[in-house]
């Protein structure tokens, strides 16, 4: 089996939370409503909604967001959450004693959390250098440029 080698991205930076105890359920909960959104507006969202996943969610973006500016020097004002995920871990089994000699099985689950922070600046700078292009391009006005619209001359054959 050909493993495909994924390309590295030089405008993305991860953290990734393994072993999290909380149902990858309920973690994706909180997670599809950051995914897409800005740094600072992820982590606005994530203090004020009221359920337990937020907080590992919360220090998950938090680390990525110090691994960019760490790591790659990104500001944290041009960062976007570009990718979020959320797989299920190991489910952990215990016992629990009950009366009469019975035992009562007790399943924690655990998830992984990927979090994946995009630097926009660079796609905004990509963008500013394409529309200087156009502009030096299409800035001769010398250029005698007819157009010839087929439909309203009478279509491609004329019939008189």
């Known amino acids: 089996m050909i493993k495909k080698k994924k390309k590295k991205s030089y405008t993305e930076v991860y ?11 309920k973690a994706r909960r909180v997670i599809d409503q950051i995914r897409g959104r800005s740094y600072e507006e992820a982590l606005m969202i994530l203090e004020l909604m009221p359920y337990r996943g937020c907080y590992p969610i919360f ?10 500016s760490h ?10 959450i570009s990718k979020a995920e959320v797989n299920q871990g190991n489910t952990v089994k215990k016992l629990k004693p009950r009366a009469r ?10 998830c ?8 926009i600046s660079f796609y905004q700078q990509y963008d500013e250098y394409l ?6 391009v299409y800035s001769n006005e010398n250029r005698n440029l007819t157009c010839y619209d087929t439909y309203s001359s009478g279509g491609l054959w004329d019939k008189k």
């Open 101 to 110: 000699g019975r035992s009562y099985p007790i399943k924690r689950s655990t």
């Open 59 to 68: 220090k998950l973006v938090y680390s990525a967001a110090a691994n960019a």
């Open 131 to 136: 529309m200087y292009l156009k502009k030096s």
């Open 15 to 25: 953290a990734l939370g393994q072993y999290i105890s909380m149902s990858a359920h």
């Open 112 to 119: 992984h959390i990927t979090i994946v922070l995009e630097d």
């Open 71 to 80: 790591n790659k020097g990104f500001k944290e004002t041009n960062l976007v």
